[in-house]
């Protein structure tokens, strides 16, 4: 079975024959981690990496303009980022409007030329996706992440955001509106395009519960993912939504919006909660924990979290994949565990 079917399989509760895995490697770790034992562990893992052929060292990867330390880099929507690690994505250091004065003048990005970060080539993206299509792949496509809670909150900054939603301040409608329909014109072209598969990448939640209230996304932000997750489904596409963070109190909402697939992170929500309210409801995109066992406990805690994992979410019909995203800080011996509990647990249910 391909990958592409495997996915669109556990998405659809249509039997895969494994759990499908991956396992994204941010390019900060390789000037964190010994490149050539980075190298060997993915030559060693052919489950989670299938396609992987050794790169002369050093390896050398290049850094998305926003992921660049000690430049500033301006987005699509006139906000100014900045970041400490090359390859580790920063904060908003000056929003495009820290007060409402300017709004008369501020004009949204076109999407026939930018994504959000910056420059779209539609016809390069069309390429992609036909290759991706020739080749067997999942043809897929995505919002950038923070496609529009977080794009308000880069825009008018954190706080000032929730004073608007607090405040009913009228011109915050006029710019979601603004963003929603720039967000809608790239949905619309991926859709034309062919994808099957389509990212909604976007944070909500915070290490202890949401990042705005319930009401206020209800309110706010939900009508916008409602209607655009709407066109994803009606064209056939599986819609991908993707949190960090405690999103418990959102997750109703979350599922009213049609949501297919969830991308979630596991001990921050609980595995037992997970279970409950989203296990054969949606397909489980599980995001390993970075923070505590993998990062702090031994080979034999990180065996037992995977095991837990498949054990409480899993299921023969599918509805079930496992992901991490390395990043710089997990000892090398927890790397190594975690790739091989992510490809012993996958056959679990495997015929």
């Known amino acids: 079975m391909s990958n592409r079917e495997r996915l669109l399989r556990a998405a659809r509760f249509e039997r895969p024959d494994r759990i499908p895995i991956t396992m994204g490697i941010n390019n900060a770790c390789w000037h964190r ?21 050794p790169q ?11 992921r660049i330390a000690g430049k500033l880099y301006t987005d699509s929507w006139g906000c100014a980022w900045k970041t400490v690690e090359n390859g580790i994505t920063g904060a908003v250091s000056r929003p495009a409007l820290p007060n409402w004065e300017a709004f008369k003048r501020y004009l949204p990005p076109d999407p026939e030329t930018q994504n959000g970060w910056g420059a779209q080539d539609w016809s390069k993206e069309s390429v992609r996706i036909a290759r991706s299509r020739e080749r067997g792949g999942l043809v897929q496509g995505s919002l950038r992440h923070g496609h529009t809670f977080l794009t308000l909150t880069y825009i008018r900054g954190y706080e000032a955001l929730l004073f608007d939603m607090s405040d009913e301040e009228p011109r915050l409608g006029v710019l979601i509106e603004m963003v929603e329909t720039f967000n809608t014109a790239l949905v619309r072209r991926y859709v034309d ?19 705005l209230s319930p009401e206020h996304f209800r309110t706010y932000i939900k009508p916008s ?101 390395l990043m710089p800080g997990l000892p090398l011996a927890n790397v190594a565990a975690l790739m091989d509990a992510m490809e012993r647990y996958a056959t679990v249910y495997g015929e």
């Not at 002369?56 to 926003?66: F, I, R, S």
Request: glycine letters at 10%.
């Open 193 to 211: 395009l062919g994808v099957e598969w389509l990212g909604f990448p976007e944070d909500l939640g915070m290490q202890r519960g949401p990042l």
């Open 56 to 66: 002369p060292l050093p390896v050398k990867p290049a850094y998305a303009p926003w």
């Open 33 to 53: 981690y010994p490149q050539d034992a980075l190298q060997a562990l993915m030559a060693q893992h052919p489950l989670l990496f299938p396609d992987f052929k």
């Open 225 to 325: 993912y409602r209607r655009m997750m709407a066109l994803a489904r009606e064209a056939g596409c599986v819609v991908h939504m993707h949190s960090d963070g405690d999103i418990r109190t959102l997750a109703g909402d979350l599922l009213d919006c049609g949501v297919d697939v969830i991308n979630v992170q596991d001990l921050v929500n609980g595995l037992d909660w997970l279970a409950e309210t989203f296990a054969g409801r949606v397909c489980i995109d599980l995001d390993l924990d970075r923070q505590r066992v993998t990062r702090f406990g031994s080979p034999d805690d990180i065996d037992a979290l995977v095991l837990e994992a498949v054990t409480k979410l899993g299921s023969r019909d599918g509805g079930l994949i496992l992901r991490h995203g």
